[in-house]
């Protein structure tokens, strides 16, 4: 086990060691993920995929408030670009590596899960959310778009909830993350720990999925009508269009709170974001991850690099003004260039990477 004050705290549980424990323990800035946390990551699940007393992994969050809330967005804006590419690099190859690991996965969400939390959590095989989540992929808010391998898993959303979460950057609760499928039980905080020293108590065998699953099962909390559902009607009509122009009228035609709602969330985001994120969100889809990192990847260097996610971090998160000077509206032809691929193609060879 490594020491307690570090970004990332790894330990190996159960009989014999055979639970592997990744925790994010940087509270003071949210457990916002960094490069180095990135590769601390990655080194530790190369090395335990490898080891055969190991039989699950866990990642989870030291802190009752947060899971983690995305990449850190002030490291980029202090950075070159290079760095930047570099960093998004090594996180989408993360994010592979965990969709594709050897061995199951589980992670334990709680409040503030955002951004590059959501995408180190969404691929694992058992997701449990803390009844606290607050789970958001709030990119278009910082002059981006939904990255982390969002455009492949908010098209697998019943509906058109993908497309409302991906434009408008809106938060849900553990509720509206079960009804679509985001993760696949609720649990209060403070059983975290019990449930995981139950995991660690038991010979989990060949087969660990099964022993995992009842588990699971037992102490899953029963959960209410999500508001994602009581709204899908209204997400449905509204969400239907390919446009941002034809979204925001089919809204001031919808005289319900939540149209309203939706049109002041949407008001305060990069307006070239959303742009992009509804072309992305609804052109033909990716057939696998992979494909979905690949084309996220030349989009995401295409796009740190111009004003609106400078600007966004730099209204957001550096002056905490929170008047960001958005670009004008692009043209169609200046909008086809953010999908131009100007960056060596991401790679993966195997599990060893």
């Not at 009844?131 to 808010?141: F, R």
């Not at 742009?275 to 889809?285: A, H, K």
């Amino acid at each position: 086990m490594n020491p307690k004050n570090h970004l990332i705290i790894y330990e190996q549980l159960g009989n014999c060691g055979n639970i592997g424990v990744i925790s994010l323990n940087k509270k003071t800035n949210l457990n916002s993920i960094n490069l180095e946390m990135i590769n601390t990551i990655h080194k530790k699940l190369r090395e335990w995929e490898h080891k055969k007393n190991i039989k699950v992994v866990i990642i989870k969050s030291k802190h009752k408030e947060v899971f983690c809330a995305g990449g850190d967005l002030k490291a980029l804006y202090k950075n070159d670009y290079e760095f930047n590419c570099n960093t998004l690099w090594h996180e989408y190859r993360l994010i592979e590596k965990i969709n594709n690991y050897n061995k199951p996965i589980i992670s334990f969400i709680n409040g503030f899960t955002m951004g590059g939390g959501v995408g180190l959590s969404i691929f694992a095989k058992h997701r449990i959310a803390a009844s606290n989540l607050e789970l958001a992929m709030p990119e278009t808010k910082i002059g981006f778009f939904p990255d982390v391998g969002s455009t492949f898993f908010l098209r697998r959303i019943k509906g058109k909830c993908g497309l409302y979460l991906g434009v408008t950057g809106a938060s849900i609760q553990a509720e509206d993350a079960i009804y679509c499928k985001l993760v696949d039980h609720i649990l209060e905080w403070d059983m975290f720990d019990d449930v995981i020293n139950e995991i660690c108590s038991l010979n989990l065998g060949d087969n660990p999925n099964i022993i995992i699953q009842k588990i699971l099962n037992k102490h899953s909390k029963k959960y209410s009508k999500s508001k994602i559902e009581e709204n899908i009607e209204h997400i449905n009509k509204s969400f239907s269009n390919s446009c941002i122009s034809s979204i925001k009228n089919s809204l001031i035609k919808d005289s319900s709170i939540w149209a309203k709602e939706t049109l002041k969330r949407m008001s305060h985001n990069s307006p070239n974001s959303m742009i992009i994120t509804t072309r992305i969100l609804t052109c033909e889809p990716p057939k696998d991850l992979r494909t979905a990192l690949k084309l996220e990847y030349q989009l995401a260097c295409n796009m740190i690099c111009k004003n609106d996610f400078q600007e966004g971090i730099r209204a957001k998160l550096i002056d905490k003004d929170q008047k960001p000077k958005w670009t004008d509206q692009l043209h169609d032809k200046e909008i086809n260039r953010y999908f131009t691929k100007n960056k060596p193609e991401l790679k993966f060879t195997n599990t060893k990477d």
